[in-house]
């Protein structure tokens, strides 16, 4: 059965290529109907299967969100206005854990996880990554890796205090992320939904177990 999304992501890195070699307001201007039909339309509706899809599963709501094109550029060197990639994702529990798909013009990948952890987040993340959860969480990372979803460097140089530098989990506790990426094949670029359920499946224990850890 053809993924009725097959098109998106050859549809969107042409346009995509194309915008790196102009990056203006003039060519995003007068390819804007092109951006709408090719790209943003079946982006939304894509958000929206995914969501079903998953508030389905897991009885919540996941929440779509899809980027706008348009660059912060107000205290950036770089003055181009508009992102070549085009990035999605899907909140899907209270802890902000996310659901992520990226298009540019090299590559695609899905992941998740959770992008900041907030001020709150932090210290019952080290707390919790210093019980029990910490050799799940450890054990899930091994496991996500294995199965092709490379986690994020660590922020933090160090292990905070107080903990030891010695600490067995020490790579967790130096996170202020945690979040996964993995390179689609060209397989799964041919069906963008089944991709990203599949990732999401992946992806489900340790979106779980971040929720029973930040949110007890």
């Known amino acids: 059965m053809t993924d009725p999304f097959a098109q998106l992501i050859p549809d969107a890195r042409a346009f995509l290529t194309e915008l790196s070699q102009d990056n203006s307001r003039d060519w995003f201007t007068a390819h804007k109907d092109r951006y709408e039909a090719q790209l943003k339309s079946p982006a939304l509706l894509l958000l929206d299967e995914v969501a079903q899809a998953i508030t389905k599963r897991t009885g919540r709501q996941a929440v779509p969100r899809l980027f706008r094109p348009q660059r912060d550029i107000r205290f950036s060197k770089d003055k181009t206005p508009y992102k070549?990639?085009?990035?999605?994702?899907?909140?899907?529990?209270?802890?902000?854990?996310?659901?992520?798909?990226g298009i540019d013009p090299q590559s695609c990948t899905t992941g998740g996880g959770i992008m900041n952890l907030t001020k709150a987040q932090l210290p019952v993340w080290r707390t919790a990554?210093?019980?029990?959860?910490?050799?799940?969480?450890?054990?899930?990372?091994?496991?996500?890796?294995?199965?092709?979803?490379?986690?994020?460097?660590?922020?933090?140089?160090?292990?905070?205090a107080p903990f030891g530098?010695?600490?067995?989990?020490?790579?967790?506790?130096?996170?202020?992320s945690l979040t996964f990426w993995h390179e689609m094949s060209p397989r799964e670029q041919a069906a963008p939904m089944a991709a990203l359920m599949s990732a999401y499946l992946t992806l489900e224990p340790m979106f779980n177990l971040l929720q029973e850890a930040l949110d007890a």
Do not use: Y
């Open 84 to 101: 070549t990639h085009l990035h999605m994702m899907w909140t899907v529990n209270s802890a902000g854990c996310a659901l992520f798909f």
């Open 129 to 160: 990554v210093d019980g029990e959860t910490g050799d799940e969480a450890a054990a899930l990372v091994d496991i996500l890796a294995l199965k092709g979803f490379a986690s994020n460097e660590p922020e933090l140089k160090r292990v905070p």
């Open 165 to 176: 530098k010695a600490h067995p989990h020490g790579h967790l506790l130096q996170r202020k």
